[in-house]
């Protein structure tokens, strides 16, 4: 069992740049493929970012490639979301996820998502 929670939002112009972070509890946190998703008021929530155990894969949504990185660090139990050239449609609710699957692009689909965090407001001003 882990317990995911998350840090980093707040209200940004549009092209900002947002570091989100994801700090997880537990001891196996490495066992877990992990990933971001965000909600926006009146929509679903929707896939952003996926990292897989070891780090050595990533899978993002077509939205956000080129701009976010998502990357992770096992010893620290953490993983992060770097946002650049951020756009106001995607203010929104940023929750960080993780999956037993090995797969990111698995997670993106919502598969074995065991664990959510509370997620954070990103809010992006136009």
């Known amino acids: 069992q882990i317990q995911l929670v998350e840090s980093g939002g707040r209200s940004v112009q549009a092209g900002d740049s947002l570091r989100l972070s994801c700090a997880a509890s537990g001891r196996t946190f490495s066992s877990y493929t992990v990933g971001w998703f965000r909600q926006a008021p009146g929509k679903e929530r929707e896939f952003v970012a996926g990292?897989?155990?070891?780090?050595?894969?990533?899978y993002y949504a077509e939205s956000v490639k080129g701009r976010f990185t998502i990357s992770r660090d096992n010893a620290k139990k953490m993983v992060s979301l770097q946002m650049n050239s951020l756009k106001p449609e995607e203010s929104a609710i940023y929750y960080c996820?993780?999956?037993?699957?090995?797969?990111?692009?698995?997670?993106?689909?919502?598969?074995?998502?065991?664990?959510w965090g509370q997620g954070t407001q990103v809010t992006v001003s136009s």
């Open positions: 990292i897989t155990k070891s780090g050595n894969s990533q």
């Open positions: 996820a993780a999956s037993d699957t090995p797969s990111a692009q698995a997670l993106a689909r919502g598969i074995d998502i065991d664990h």
